[in-house]
């Protein structure tokens, strides 16, 4: 898919033709920029038992990585070219490498914040790598189900390896160390990524996602990571109050990310034969019932069954997900723009629990995610509302 490519596109490609390695090579970068998601909440915990942050500064030095990825997500794929593609993702995987050095060896909330809203522009930028791809496919909804099972299975054995070997051994700036040599090691894929996007059958307009469909969609997978966001972060000081000790809470979090990884492949195989609002509205459901028992107090099985089913509704979601946007906005835009909402959401959970936590109570933290994930379906509802209107005046 160079710049010499036609645009007509060819067989599940809406313009361009790459090949299956060069579209792994894209899912792959774009996984890179999102390996942090699994990793926060034993890497935030972990700053947090060392005493580098605070309750609050976890909340804040999360949010700045989360907001700094959708930020970067979007720029690069709304405003910047799509073109020059593999040396735009050999920067980006360097620049991340070097935020995550800074890291390892910030002093300081600030400088900690300051480190990862950095890392989280590069990681925005690599995560548009995929999604710009994912946009000119016809399959949008299985190819998203590819990105998500593949960061997953990234996710899973890092996140273990570090609960278990590099953080007990080398703390937290041993963490991100490691982050930083995938960073270098994935070099090499940044080169099989096709070299130029060819340009999608209509110009990508933001006023295409101007629109109440479209916005109630993006507010409608907002509000779900924000559900998912504010539990995640503050798994392990929920666990702490529950009685539940940080190593159980890290075998609990890769646990849970292989959970992820089932769902997307789920969803994958299911995507097509499940109509995509009986879907959201049920995941939606599944979330609210989960986020009850969290804030029940619940045991260590139970508490082991609630982080379980969470993984695996997670990621199940996405490809109706997308399904929603395209549906909004049949000109994709709003598509490249779901991980930015998602990324949002994920970023303002942590940040409007924390507003809520009183001392070293963490119970309104999974309260809130009730409300979150009531909202989400709610907003489905009105969208389903709008949608009919629609095609009635249509």
């Not at 998601?37 to 935030?44: A, I």
């Not at 539940?244 to 969803?267: C, F, K």
Request: glycine share 10%; hydrophobic share 60%; with cysteine.
């Amino acid at each position: 898919m160079t710049s010499g490519d036609s645009h007509t596109g060819s067989g599940d490609w809406l313009v361009g033709n790459p090949t299956g390695g060069q579209l792994a090579s894209a899912l792959w970068i774009g996984s890179v920029g999102l390996l942090i998601l699994g990793m926060q909440p034993v890497l935030l915990g972990a700053l947090y038992t060392e005493g580098h942050v605070s309750g609050d500064e976890l909340a804040l030095v999360a949010t700045a990585e989360l907001i700094a990825i959708a930020i970067g997500s979007a720029i690069v794929a709304t405003l910047l070219s799509a073109r020059n593609m593999r040396w735009k993702s050999a920067a980006l995987l360097l620049l991340l490498a070097l935020a995550n050095v800074w890291t390892a060896y910030a002093a300081g909330a600030n400088m900690l914040m300051a480190a990862r809203a950095v890392a989280g522009l590069a990681e925005g930028g690599l995560v548009a790598v995929a999604t710009e791809l994912i946009a000119r496919s016809r399959r949008a909804e299985r190819i998203g189900g590819y990105f998500v099972t593949m960061q997953t299975l990234a996710q899973c054995p890092l996140a273990l390896l570090l609960a278990l070997y590099v953080i007990p051994a080398a703390g937290s700036a041993g963490g991100f160390l490691v982050l930083a040599v995938v960073c270098v090691l994935s070099l090499g894929v940044a080169f099989t990524v096709p070299a130029d996007y060819a340009d999608l059958p209509k110009d990508e307009d933001l006023a295409n996602v101007l629109t109440v469909p479209s916005i109630t969609a993006l507010l409608c997978i907002f509000c779900y990571f924000m559900f998912f966001g504010s539990i995640w972060a503050f798994l392990e000081p929920l666990g702490a109050q529950f009685g539940i000790d940080g190593r159980t809470v890290g075998l609990i979090v890769s646990a849970s990310l292989a959970m992820q990884v089932l769902g997307a492949m789920t969803a994958t195989v299911f995507e097509a034969r499940i109509d995509y609002r009986l879907a959201i509205a049920a995941i939606g459901t599944v979330a609210l019932v989960a986020s009850l028992i969290l804030a029940s107090g619940p045991g260590l099985t139970t508490f082991w069954v609630a982080a379980l089913v969470m993984g695996f509704i997670l990621l199940f979601i996405v490809p109706y997900q997308i399904r929603l946007t395209i549906t909004a906005d049949e000109t994709r835009t709003a598509v490249l723009l779901v991980p930015a909402a998602q990324l949002l959401g994920l970023a303002a959970g942590p940040v409007a629990a924390s507003l809520l936590i009183d001392g070293k109570d963490f119970r309104p933290v999974p309260e809130f995610a009730v409300g979150s994930a009531l909202a989400s379906v709610l907003l489905l509802g009105l969208f389903v509302l709008v949608s009919r209107h629609r095609r009635a005046v249509a």
